[in-house]
């Protein structure tokens, strides 16, 4: 069956997402400092580290998960610190869709029911019918009754991308989303969200250990040396 395209908002075109000068230690030592970028509307955007560099650190200060000791985080242009806790979470589901390494999809629900899940958080009805689109759009649809033990590993990591796209965010952040997967599915999944972010025309930050994986996006930096730097 045809569906219509996916609606792009007219929000996406502007920037998704700034950080200024953000530093970050933990546990005594200085993970990164000075580190600063801007991703314009549906860029795609491979952060590339060693293990320890701070990837997973800095993608949760983009996230609003975590705060720095310093510097600022924007999305569309406000600083997300001048917002309580609860506007923060608020305005993160509605902005970011969030995919990690571990998928962490909910056992209980079967792969529709996780994909309708960021509505009901958002105090929505589901819009079910774009649920399905996007179960098919990540190739998944014929599977939306099935649970997550019942799916592969690249299988539940495209019901998280089709999940962390439900709200349309203008921006998705992934945290090593191929590193639990085969070369077969890694590559089946990075299409997955490269497609999803140019039928949606959302921004993608991909944190990865893998200059592989990052070589598919449209701009790479390092971060390497307590800095980001252009790869
Ligand atoms: N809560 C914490 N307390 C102290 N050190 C931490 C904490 N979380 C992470 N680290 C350390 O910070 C460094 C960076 O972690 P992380 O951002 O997860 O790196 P990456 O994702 O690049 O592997 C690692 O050396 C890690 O051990
Ligand atoms: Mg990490």
New binding site residues.
């Given amino acids: 069956m045809q569906h219509p395209p996916l609606q792009k908002d007219q929000s996406q075109k502007k920037q998704p997402l700034e950080i200024r000068h953000l530093a970050k230690s933990?546990?005594g030592?200085q993970?990164f400092s000075d580190v600063s970028l801007q991703l314009q509307g549906g860029e795609t955007l491979a952060v590339v580290?060693?293990?320890?560099?701070?990837?997973?650190?800095?993608?949760?200060l983009m996230a609003g998960l975590d705060s720095a000791d310093a510097g600022e985080v924007l999305w569309h242009g406000e600083n997300i610190q001048h917002w309580t806790a609860s506007q923060q979470a608020m305005r993160r589901l509605q902005h970011v869709g969030l995919v990690f390494q571990a998928y962490y999809l909910m056992p209980h629900l079967n792969a529709r029911q996780n994909v309708e899940l960021p509505y009901l958080l958002a105090g929505k009805t589901p819009d079910e019918a774009h649920c399905m689109r996007l179960l098919e759009l990540v190739g998944m649809a014929g599977k939306a009754s099935r649970y997550p033990r019942e799916l592969s590993g690249g299988e539940q990591q495209r019901v998280a991308i089709a999940r962390a796209l439900a709200l349309s965010p203008p921006l998705l952040l992934a945290?090593?989303p191929t590193g639990n997967l085969d070369e077969d599915n890694a590559g089946k999944v990075l299409n997955v969200l490269l497609d999803a972010c140019n039928a949606q025309g959302c921004a993608m930050v991909m944190?990865t250990?893998s200059d592989r994986a990052a070589n598919h996006l449209q701009r790479k930096l390092n971060?390497t040396h307590h800095r980001l730097a252009g790869g």
């Fill in positions: 933990l546990g030592a993970l580290g060693e293990s320890g560099s701070g990837k997973s650190t800095l993608l949760h945290d090593e944190v250990h971060l």
